[in-house]
């Protein structure tokens, strides 16, 4: 009789806690449940285990990416479906939108050159991580870089820079993308601030490829006023940087930041050994 | 129908139509009887055996007895307290018929822990357990995993957990069954001992000559009836004209059927009864047939045609 | 009373020890050991996230499948093999030996749980080389999944207080499995109308709550557990587990022993 009585009272009691749990610790809304999307479904089947299984799939989408990557095939079809899977399972995972976003939006060969994924992945972020002020920095971004927006990118800024803890030269930014958004310099700090603050090595890897190639923009048309000034000089064509040394023009050989002299080409035009190894330049491809 | 209480003070047990109908089958629609109600008496300080072949009820009844089962009516008392009440527990001890124990843990281990469960104290464990090894002879195997253990090595630590706490009554479901020859004599000295020591033994068995040898009454039961009661004095004195031939070997059988008419066979050991006109010739009979004796006991060729006879009545159900 | 219930818990948990149960702890062990080279390749902030849902996600499957699978064996084991004659021929009530058994249970995991801990906070200290105010926080995430074993081993013991241990087996995974769906069950009732409504919610509440407890990939992103939940967990793990204790002592006394 007693034992009725306390099975009774304890499963009652039960039902209250069970409500005051989901007071403090509410679980996912119903439309959640009931449109089941596949990314959802394996959040659901993970039976809570969701974080591990979270980092399983961050991990395949990293080694999917390397792999395509270094077949230098233009197809990253899986990375938007996979990085959606990882960041439904674990929507704290900062880093997969970051990378994802920057990778997604990056043109073939070293990107699969989707922006409209892109621009989605880090909108998700953003909502699941309204305090993670780097995911507005790399929302911008993808604006400004991917999409030319330098208006949305400005204002994007203007909302990271108002997060608490956010970086002082978001607000920098911010006025940069109204007045110089297409200068090579601006583009420059952006990426130097993504190689400074990344922790991932494949997104510090990126920003020094960026980094190099903007350099070889920038080097490209010296080089080239170089050798018209020459040409204004002495009325001659050069034949070689040798030419040029000799006139003085310049000191030693140049050399792109991969370390291989630029390639000196009979039309006055100069342009990069390989550039595979600088897949990021506009300036000083070989036809 | 139950008596009335007050009962008799100087009763270890009573039992008072105790009854049990097993349900069976997977829907548990089927009905068995296990036991029919029981009345029974058994005095204290009393050796009490419990006859009736496999299936009688012997078991079911000693199950009851312990609470592992509920009746399907009737109620019990055991020294004076009703047999559910839990102080009437620390006063038995219980031998399960073929005994199992935590094959994990050593006698030492496991006499310690039935101690713990009866109420002795920790320092009057360690004072008994040993003293209770060498007992029941397994001194200097107290500290042996149980999975090693033989047959019966495992009903010795059976009787020694029955006794553990000095029960004043102990109830032994079929104690010799699976021992050798020695292993009986053993067992049936324990019990005599106990005896003298002042306790009751209530035990069951299907074997004739350990309840001849040990008991002061005997009750027989069949298909879950009691067929009768009586003091084994009284029948055993009438002739002993019988005897019970033991032996080893089981060639011997056909030989000996000549000679026997109850002619029972457990692994190597068979067992017959044969008239005092043929022993000599049946003793002869073994030795060309080169099978080795193992014992010649007279039985009261009376329990045994008692017994026999009650198992024939069907109907009469005494009281 | 409670001399004989932890000499039944001691027995418990000396026979799981024997029986080898907390030999999984070489696996874990092992299993930490086999992921350090796959830490190796992602970026250094995933390092940590990675390793504690691994390693909690292991303790926590590791527990229940134990909590499960002896579980169900705590009772029938010993009515299967009669151990239990001798046992409940003394002076044990057949509540004491239930609670007996389920604590037993219950230390083994925590002994077990324990020694894991340890294992996860020497591979951080390896990972990291120093500890953070955040480490703390997984404590309260293995606590939360100790309380899930308590949960189980109760549902556990009480399917196999009347089933066969192969049914109590299926019965008490299913709970497992529509426990972690427990708010969406609560939520498909609140839809549902009717007396089918009434007893869909009904049903709802009555599975384990075990989505709350399992807070593995919150910690490992070093987010705060509010303490209420901390607080209202062990108060509903309790009374869940009195609960199906009390059930099982219910539905075992009443039961005959083979
Ligand atoms: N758990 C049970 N379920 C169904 N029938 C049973 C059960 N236990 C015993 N019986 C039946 O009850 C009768 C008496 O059995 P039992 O008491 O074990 O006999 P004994 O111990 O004298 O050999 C037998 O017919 C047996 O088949
Ligand atoms: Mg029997």
């Known amino acids: 009789m007693i034992a009725a009585g ?3 009272v304890s499963m009652a009691a039960s039902f209250v806690l069970v409500r005051k749990i989901e007071a403090v610790y509410p679980s996912a809304p119903m439309e959640d449940v009931l449109f089941i999307s596949s990314p959802e479904f394996v959040k659901r089947a993970s039976l809570g285990y969701s974080g591990l299984l979270a980092d399983i799939y961050w991990m395949r989408v990293v080694q999917y990416f390397g792999r395509k990557h270094q077949r230098e095939s233009k197809e990253y079809k899986a990375l938007a479906p996979l990085l959606d899977i990882a960041t439904t399972l674990d929507p704290n995972l900062v880093v997969a939108y970051e990378w994802g976003s920057t990778f997604l939006d990056q043109p073939p060969p070293s990107g699969a050159g989707d922006d409209e994924a892109a621009v989605a992945l880090i909108g998700k972020g953003i909502r699941n991580n309204p305090n993670e002020w780097r995911l507005y920095f790399t929302l911008a971004f993808v604006q400004y870089l991917g999409q030319h927006d330098y208006l949305g990118a400005a204002k994007t800024f203007e909302e990271g820079s108002k997060v608490p803890g956010a970086h002082p030269w978001m607000k920098i930014m911010a006025a940069k993308m109204l007045t110089d958004a297409g200068n090579l310099e601006t583009a420059r700090y952006m990426w130097q601030n993504i190689y400074d603050e990344s922790t991932d090595k494949n997104l510090k890897q990126n920003a020094e490829l960026h980094l190099a190639s903007l350099v070889v923009d920038q080097a490209v048309p010296q080089l080239e006023s170089l050798i018209s000034e020459f040409k204004a000089r002495t009325g001659d064509n050069p034949t070689s940087w040798r030419d040029l040394i000799a006139s003085g023009l310049l000191r030693s050989i140049p050399r792109d930041p991969t370390g291989t002299p630029y390639v000196f080409q009979s039309d006055g035009h100069v342009v990069v050994a390989d550039w595979r190894k600088l897949p990021f330049i506009t300036r000083g491809k070989p036809q | 129908m139950p008596r009335s209480f007050p009962t008799n003070p100087m009763l270890a047990v009573e039992i008072l139509g105790l009854e049990k109908t097993y349900a069976i089958g997977f829907w548990k629609k089927k009905r068995k009887d296990g036991l029919k109600s029981l009345h029974l008496e058994i005095q204290q300080g009393e050796v009490f055996g419990f006859l009736g072949p496999n299936g009688a009820g012997k078991t079911t009844t000693l199950k009851l007895l312990m609470g592992l089962i509920s009746p399907t009516a009737g109620t019990a008392r055991i020294l004076n307290q009703p047999w559910h009440d839990p102080a009437v527990r620390a006063r038995i001890g219980f031998l399960p018929e073929q005994p199992y124990f935590y094959d994990h843990l050593t006698p030492i281990e496991l006499l310690d822990y039935y101690g713990t469960l009866s109420g002795i104290s920790a320092p009057d464990r360690r004072l008994r357990i040993p003293k209770l090894l060498e007992r029941v002879g397994l001194a200097g195997q107290g500290g042996t995993q149980l999975r090693k253990f033989s047959k019966g090595m495992l009903q010795r630590v059976g009787i020694a957990q029955a006794v553990l706490h000095e029960p004043e009554v102990v109830f032994l ?7 050798d020859p020695v292993g009986r004599r053993e067992v049936r000295n324990f019990i ?30 069949n298909k879950g009836e009691l067929r009768g009661i009586s003091v084994v004095a009284d029948l055993t004195s009438q002739n002993r004209s019988r005897f019970e031939v033991v032996w080893q070997a089981t060639a011997a059988i056909p030989a000996m059927r000549a000679f026997g008419n109850e002619t029972h066979v457990a692994g190597e050991v068979a067992r017959t009864i044969v008239r005092e006109s043929q022993l000599q010739a049946a003793l002869e009979a073994l030795k060309s047939q080169s099978a080795q004796l193992i014992s010649v006991n007279p039985v009261g060729g009376s329990l045994e045609e008692y017994f026999l006879q009650k198992l024939g009545e069907p109907d009469k159900v005494p009281r | 009373m409670t001399t004989r219930i932890r000499a039944i818990a001691f027995n418990t948990f000396r026979e799981a020890v024997r029986d080898r149960v907390l030999y999984n702890l070489v696996f874990f062990a092992l299993l930490l050991v086999a992921t350090a080279p796959l830490l190796g390749e992602i970026s250094i902030g995933v390092q940590r996230v990675l390793l504690i849902n691994l390693s909690l996600s292991a303790i926590s499957i590791f527990g229940i499948v134990i909590s499960i699978f002896v579980g169900i064996s705590l009772v029938s084991k010993e009515i299967e093999r009669r151990t239990l004659y001798p046992v409940l021929s003394r002076p044990v009530g057949r509540g004491e030996f239930i609670l007996g058994k389920y604590c037993g249970l219950a230390g083994t995991l925590l002994v077990n749980t324990m020694a894991m801990t340890t294992g996860v906070y020497v591979a951080l200290l390896l990972m990291t080389r120093s500890f953070t ?3 703390a926080n997984i404590l309260i995430a293995i606590y939360f999944l100790f309380l899930q074993f308590i949960v189980i081993i109760g549902l556990a013991l009480l399917f196999s207080s009347f089933s066969s241990p192969l049914l109590s087996a299926l019965f008490a ?8 769906f427990a708010a969406d069950l609560r939520g ?15 049903a709802s509440y009555v599975v384990p709550n075990l989505a709350s407890l399992n807070v593995i990939t919150r910690v490992s992103h070093d987010q705060f557990i509010p303490a209420a939940l901390v ?14 204790i009390t059930a099982a002592v219910l539905i075992f006394s009443r039961r005959d022993l083979k």
């Open chain 3, 188 to 202: 498909f009732a609140a839809m549902s109308h009717g007396p089918e409504g009434l007893l869909a919610r009904a």
């Open chain 3, 173 to 180: 995974l299913s709970m497992f499995v529509a426990g972690s």
């Open chain 3, 231 to 244: 607080g209202y967990n062990t108060l509903y793990t309790l009374l869940y587990a009195t609960a199906t």
């Open chain 2, 192 to 221: 005599q001992s106990l005896n003298r020591e002042g306790k009751t033994v209530f035990f069951s068995t299907h074997i004739l000559g350990d309840a001849e040898a040990l008991c002061h009454r005997v009750a027989v039961l």
């Open chain 2, 173 to 179: 479901d079929e104690p010799m069954s699976g021992l």
């Open chain 1, 6 to 8: 306390v099975l009774v």
């Open chain 3, 133 to 135: 105010r955040a480490d």
